[in-house]
């Protein structure tokens, strides 16, 4: 069976849309939402298309019924129901599917995630893909703390 593919670049803004995805989304460390609005950003650059956008933002219309549902996870959620979705794609295609299709869906799914992760620039530390990926590692994205920002330097004695 042929499995889907993303659709080509659509636009001139394409290759420019996944830099600035990549730049902006850690696909290791993401909420559902924020992978919907990674889609539409995508979109709006013209980076995919339509049907491309209902793919990655998870759109219960590119679904068959049958198929699993996203309101279980494979993979544990932090507090923030933040996510590593390539392992949560990667779980889902371990574990199989009957209907071929939808193994299909996820690797199309997986190909995008990919794609944004390649424009990503680097991270500070490191953590492991997952195995069903090819095991190699991957920056992770560093976090800021809320609140404002100080200098790590030493201040200054008052006098």
């Not at 932090?78 to 574990?95: H, S």
């Not at 690797?107 to 190699?136: K, Q």
Request: charged residues 25%.
């Amino acid at each position: 069976m042929v499995e889907p593919g993303p659709s080509p670049v659509v636009g001139s803004g394409g290759s420019s849309g996944w830099a600035r995805a990549g730049m902006r989304f850690d696909v290791h460390n993401m909420s559902k939402d924020e992978l919907r609005e990674m889609a539409h950003q995508l979109l709006a650059s013209g980076a995919i298309s339509m049907p491309d956008l209902r793919l990655l933002a998870l759109e219960p219309v590119t679904c068959s019924p049958d198929w699993p549902g996203w309101n279980t996870f494979e993979t544990p959620g932090d507090a923030d129901a933040r996510r590593d979705w390539m392992e949560e794609i990667a779980a889902r295609i371990r574990r199989g599917h009957p209907d071929h299709a939808y193994i299909g869906h996820l690797r199309s799914l997986r190909s995008f995630l990919e794609r944004v992760e390649a424009a990503s620039p680097p991270r500070l530390s490191t953590t492991a893909r997952p195995a069903e990926l090819g095991g190699a590692t991957r920056p992770a994205r560093p976090r800021l703390a809320p609140g404002r920002l100080t200098s790590p330097l030493p201040r200054p004695a008052s006098t």
